[in-house]
Structure formats: structure tokens, C-alpha cells
């Protein structure tokens, strides 16, 4: 059995599985050959704690996917502590550990931690798959910070390991020649107020106040066609389309009207 211990990965997954059409072509393929990544016999959603607690006396095999918030708090800590100390289990890292967190130290091999004021000598295999974090790498990273038409005064790093921030602050200065101030700890800085750009100095500059009305105005009259298209199609069977249907059509709906919104900003960024 596959547990996914968490309500709101359940409820995101919710999500995703309500709004397969706009997955990418690989996943389509997938799903179209009945190998839906996200629905599976094996697979079950546990919601209450007590569903959740239950999972630590089953003797059964099993996988228990627990969003960790780097083990510091939530569901994952109870199922530490009920495993981290047995040689038959493993513990699977799939997300980054920030230093100084309770992740960190099982990710770095430490052999006793403490876990809800418990001690506990650690004999669990510990695995760490890199890979899967959804944040940019260095390349990305400069490629957003490429995209700038007004070159910015300072870029602040706050989130990352101290010495790939600094590595990331050189290689920024020598690539786009932006100065970056790398953040330790806790830091308090003073913005000048010349530097402090509104959102209407900001949209001005991408398009003209009277561009982005008509192109708002366009993408309202869409959306009004749209809803009528969807309301006629529900007259037109009668009135016999099921919820399912319904939800099937308005996503699809939505979908037109957010690809719809992403054409008008590139006009807008055109105009």
C-alpha cells in the first residue's frame, strides 16, 4: 500500500486530478495507456490524525508519503519516531534540508537525534534523492534575472547554503554585472527611497494604461462567450448534463480562458 499522509497534498492532489487537460503531453500519454500516475489501486488518501496514527501499528509493508516541512513539524515526526530506529525501514529524502532542521541531521548521517522529546538511535536506511526540488537552478536563476528592462540596484540572496549564495553573488556580478548582498541570519536592511518602484511605474513601463484596458476589455468579452457556449450546451441536452460533464466543460473553459489571458500579456508586452 502507498499512503499519502497529508490533507493538503491530498487536497492538491484533488486539484490535479480535477484538471488533467492541462498535464503535459508525456503525463496525457500516460494516463491514455491507463497508467494514471495519480490514481492506483494501491494508493490511499488518510485525512484524520487517527488515520494517520494508525499507519504507525500496522505491521504491514508499506510506503508513507509525508510532506516533512524538513521534519520540524507535521505528520512526518510521529513517523519518525515510530521508524527512524528500525533497520527494516527506510527513510527517503526528496526535498531540500536547510541546516540547523531535524531533516538535516538524519540527510547528514547523524546516528541520535531527538524526535518529539524522545531520543532515538537511528538504524533506518537514510536516502537522499537530489532532483526533485521545484526551485531554479544557477542557470535559471540568471535567466529570470536576465529578463530585467531596468537594471536593478541590489539583489538580495536569502535562501540557500551560505557558501552557493556567495558563489551565486560572483558569478551574477561577473555574468550580468548586478551587485548582490548575500543575507546571514537575521538582517535588517534600508531601502533608499529613489529605489522603491509602484506597480503602476511597473505596468506603465511593460504597456500603456489605455493598451492594457482594451486588451482586458477583449479577454472579458471571451470569457462572456465562453460562459454562453456553456450554458446553451446545457439547454441543448435538455438539461441533462451530469455534474461530471459540467465540470469537464467549465474546465475546459477555464483552460481557454487562461491561455487566452497568457496571449493578451504577450500582446500587452508587445504593445
Known amino acids: 500500500m502507498v499512503y499519502i499522509d497529508s490533507p493538503m497534498a491530498t487536497s492538491a492532489t ?16 500516460y494516463i491514455l495507456r491507463g497508467d494514471h500516475p495519480l490514481d492506483f ?15 504507525n501499528f500496522d505491521p504491514s509493508p508499506k510506503v508513507i508519503i509525508a510532506s516533512s516541512g524538513m521534519c520540524e513539524a507535521g505528520r512526518i515526526k510521529h513517523h519518525l519516531k515510530h521508524n527512524l530506529w528500525n ?41 537522499n534523492l537530489e532532483g526533485f526540488s521545484g526551485h531554479a537552478d544557477r542557470d535559471g536563476l540568471l535567466e529570470w534575472l536576465s529578463g530585467f528592462r ?13 557558501d552557493s549564495k556567495k558563489d551565486f553573488a560572483a558569478y551574477v556580478k561577473k555574468a550580468l554585472g548586478y551587485n548582490c548582498t548575500v543575507v546571514e541570519g537575521d538582517s535588517e536592511y534600508t531601502l533608499s527611497k529613489n529605489a522603491v518602484v509602484t506597480v503602476e511605474d ?51 473553459i477555464l483552460a481557454l480562458e487562461k491561455y487566452t489571458f497568457s496571449l493578451g500579456s504577450a500582446v500587452a508586452k508587445e504593445a
Open 202 to 252: 511597473y505596468n506603465n513601463e511593460i504597456v500603456s494604461p489605455e493598451s492594457l484596458t482594451r486588451i482586458k476589455n477583449k479577454i472579458s468579452a471571451v470569457h462572456d462567450d465562453l460562459e454562453t457556449i456553456l450554458y446553451n450546451t446545457h439547454l441543448a441536452v435538455g438539461g441533462n448534463l451530469s455534474p461530471e460533464q459540467l465540470t469537464e466543460i467549465n474546465n475546459t
Open 150 to 162: 531596468k537594471k536593478p540596484a541590489r539583489i538580495f540572496l536569502v535562501h540557500g547554503e551560505e
Open 41 to 55: 489501486k494501491n494508493l490511499k488518501f488518510t485525512r484524520t490524525s487517527e488515520e494517520s496514527q494508525a499507519l
Open 14 to 29: 484533488e486539484v490535479f486530478r480535477r484538471n488533467a487537460q492541462v498535464f503535459d503531453d508525456e503525463t496525457k500519454d
Open 87 to 127: 533497520p527494516k525501514s527506510s527513510i527517503v529524502f526528496v526535498g531540500y534540508q536547510a541546516p540547523g532542521t531535524l531533516g538535516r541531521s538524519i540527510a547528514n548521517g547523524d546516528k541520535n537525534v531527538t524526535v518529539l522529546g524522545e531520543k532515538i538511535h537511528i538504524e533506518a536506511e537514510i536516502y
